[in-house]
């Protein structure tokens, strides 16, 4: 079974950073897209950055030039850099990796499509 154990989130005045990390372990045996959520309080949770396996990465509008994503895929883990913090950047985050792991049926190993999320990590920004 995949596991993702997160890291990195606190309080921080504004205009703060703070470095977010996501580490997915379980027998894993490739990852795809990872990337990192929030979700604020009575708010759906939306989509924060995304990074593909070639690196390229995808940013919500809010956060463009402010958020970096970036990931170590001998280590299966990815990160948020979040600078210039802004109240309004107060959420939990949550990491979501998707990719292959080896799972064994029977006695019998096979490699399986799996979805993993983070437990969430909250992220305050308050003066």
């Known amino acids: 079974q995949v596991q993702l154990v997160e890291s990195g989130g606190g309080l921080v005045q504004p205009g703060g950073s703070l470095t977010l990390s996501c580490r997915a372990s379980?027998?894993?045996?490739?990852?795809?897209?990872m990337g990192w959520y929030c979700q604020a309080p009575g708010k759906q949770r939306e989509l924060v950055a995304i990074?593909?396996?070639?690196?390229?990465?995808n940013y919500l509008d809010s956060v463009k030039d402010r958020f970096t994503i970036s990931r170590d895929n001998a280590n299966n883990t990815v990160y948020l850099q979040m600078n210039s913090l802004k109240p309004g950047d107060t959420a939990v985050y949550f990491c979501?990796?998707?990719?292959?792991?080896?799972?064994?049926?029977?006695?019998?190993?096979?490699?399986?499509?799996?979805?993993?999320w983070g437990q969430g990590t909250q992220v305050t920004v308050s003066s």
């Open positions: 379980g027998s894993i045996v490739t990852t795809y897209n």
């Open positions: 979501h990796v998707e990719g292959q792991n080896t799972v064994v049926t029977d006695g019998i190993p096979r490699v399986s499509d799996f979805e993993a």
């Open positions: 990074i593909e396996t070639d690196g390229y990465a």
